[in-house]
């Protein structure tokens, strides 16, 4: 008898989890990340990009996926990955040119390979021109590869 109860519980509680709404799982995902369940959240953002591919909430999930591969992880290679699904899953979106323009940041200051950093730079500028991040982006491209003592606007943050 013991057994049933316990069965009938788990049924329940996981329709429950089975049933909340995108909104609720990137809450639970922000909730599990702050709270340094990294493993937690990403479980949350899978679920959202599965049960709601569509919804309006799912450019910005893959984005936050990137972001945690990126920052928290400290994984960068699935961070591009998870930020290049950005770009082409979810074209037209405010998250798209933030993803592109995280592929070629991580390829230039994190990863140092300056030829994929200048490719990804360069179609963030042709889809983008007048985005906000243009800018930060020419510059990116003007001192590719160079050493911060050898950027004279940089220079005093070293001395």
Known sequence: MNRILIYIIIIFISSCVNNQTADELYSNAEVARNDKNIKGALSNLDLIL????????????QYLIGDIYMNDLRDFN????????????FPDTDQEAQAQFMIGYIYANILGDKSKAEKNYKTFLEKYPDHELAP??????????KDINEIDVLKHITS
Do not use: M, Q, R, W
């Open 50 to 61: 599965i049960k709601y591919p569509n919804h309006n909430l799912a450019a910005k999930t």
């Open 78 to 89: 699935n961070a591009i990955s998870a930020y290049s699904d950005v770009v082409h899953k």
């Open 136 to 145: 930060s982006v020419k510059f990116e491209l003007d001192y590719l590869g």
